[in-house]
């Protein structure tokens, strides 16, 4: 997708191509044009053309997040990890339901909207998304597949996607405005028992039970406790998980404490199925959609230590002081 743009020297004309091109589409694969595109904490702008392609040429090197906003469309991010060479960003972007036509704004709040769709990119009527954090709230999607979210906190929104005949997603987003998500979910596969089918869709009481205390840990969390999302992840995602952690804006505040555990962190995947003591080393960034991050004394709900009791947990220590496991639970794609 990249561009060649000449650019003026002196009396030369030197050819320099991008390096951070992209294009921006509706669902379905429907280029978008006129879209804005900011390179955020930046008056760097670009705007789409009539294949919904936008381009910038020398955007700084490191983590970058690019802020999309178009007239009749939700805002959209996404973070990505400029390299020197040409960086290719593909982003779907959502049209304002005419559902929030209705939504009286008298002041600043965090609203996120958003579409569940299958596989092949068709709505999902009926499905459930369950909420865990902030004001934990249920709610179904329409004949159209969309859902809205309103007066949504500050911070990590969990929340996991069900529907009878589809695998669970869980989806994390950082919110600090208003939003638009898609949530793709996958049919099951038909050779599954019921006893795995269940398993696999988010409907046996096991992980219903297991989405319940993800809710209680993260509002009970201790103030050094970080949860990432995925797409906090994302620029790092060829990155081992533990390295993606420390470079990560709020997961660099534990560098010292995941130094400290080494290969001793003790993990817990997908709120239910214990690992043990082990290194962060082990993951890739971008096999993971969220992470729970509690350093020593900061998990307060307990959830945690009974899922992996028996499990092998080494306790950290400082000087004499017994201050317990560093535990980490972490929700796959």
Request: charged letters at 20%; one cysteine or more; aromatic letters at 6%.
């Amino acid at each position: 997708m990249a561009t060649i743009w000449p650019v003026a020297l002196g009396a030369q004309d030197v050819v320099v191509a991008p390096n951070v091109t992209g294009k921006v589409t509706a669902i379905g694969g429907i280029p978008v044009a006129g879209v804005e595109v900011t390179l955020n904490g930046s008056s760097r702008t670009a705007r789409t053309d009539t294949q919904g392609a936008f381009a910038f040429l020398n955007a700084p090197a490191g983590v970058q997040e690019l802020v999309f906003r178009g007239i009749g469309y939700l805002p959209t991010r996404a973070s990505i990890r400029v390299p020197e060479k040409s960086l290719d960003v593909a982003v779907t972007i959502l049209a304002t339901p005419a559902m929030l036509d209705t939504v009286q704004v008298r002041e600043r709040i965090n609203v996120l909207s958003g579409i569940v769709v299958d596989e092949h990119d068709q709505p999902v009527a009926g499905a459930t998304i369950e909420v865990i954090t902030g004001d934990k709230q249920t709610l179904t999607t329409g004949d159209d597949g969309w859902f809205v979210l309103t007066a949504v906190r500050d911070g990590v929104l969990a929340f996991r996607t069900i529907k009878e005949g589809y695998y669970l997603t869980t989806t994390a987003v950082r919110m600090h405005e208003w939003r638009g998500v898609v949530v793709h979910i996958e049919t099951l596969d038909p050779k599954l028992s019921d006893l795995r089918r269940a398993e696999a869709s988010g409907a046996s009481n096991n992980a219903a039970v297991a989405w319940r205390d993800a809710g209680m840990r993260m509002s009970m969390k201790g103030g050094r406790a970080v949860v990432l999302s995925e797409e906090e992840l994302a620029p790092f995602g060829d990155m081992s998980l533990n390295e993606a952690i420390k470079r990560t804006r709020a997961g660099a505040t534990l560098t010292f404490d995941l130094q400290n555990a080494s290969g001793s962190i003790c993990v817990l995947l997908d709120g239910r199925r214990a690992v043990g003591s082990t290194t962060l080393d082990t993951w890739r960034a971008s096999e993971v959609e969220m992470v729970e991050l509690y350093p020593p004394g900061t998990e307060a709900s307990g959830t945690t230590a009974r899922y992996l009791r028996g499990a092998g947990c080494r306790v950290m220590a400082s000087g004499a002081i017994r201050r317990g496991p560093f535990y980490a639970v972490l929700w796959m794609k």
